[in-house]
């Protein structure tokens, strides 16, 4: 038994991007700078800088998958969602290494 199955499966970034594309009215929300998300993000992400987070605004009961560049800023996205009373919210980590379509350009 390995530690990682000790304390179960994480799923990969690629999971979660799936999982995301599947939940109804879910958001795939970006918390990288403005300048990594013009190089390349998800197709039909939001761009909300971590700094700026505190301007995010969505319904309490949307579906959120966070990612950053590697999954810290992801991380602490995520915990100060749910301190905001959002209810479903998931890190999947980092797009670095992702090799799945990408959009570039600025933000929407």
């Not at 761009?47 to 579906?63: E, G, I, N, S, V």
């Amino acid at each position: 038994m390995s530690l990682f199955s000790f304390f179960g499966h994480r799923p990969s970034f690629a999971e979660g991007v799936e999982k995301a594309r599947q939940t109804s009215g879910s958001i795939l929300l970006d918390v990288r700078t403005k300048e990594e998300y013009a190089a390349g993000h998800l197709p039909g992400s939001v761009l909300c800088p971590l700094q700026q987070l505190h301007l995010f605004r969505a319904d309490k009961q949307t579906p959120i998958f966070v990612y950053c560049a590697s999954g810290v800023r992801s991380g602490r996205a995520e915990a100060y969602l749910k301190k905001q009373g959002f209810v479903q919210v998931t890190n999947i980590g980092g797009i670095d290494g992702w090799n799945g379509p990408l959009e570039k350009g600025e933000s929407k």
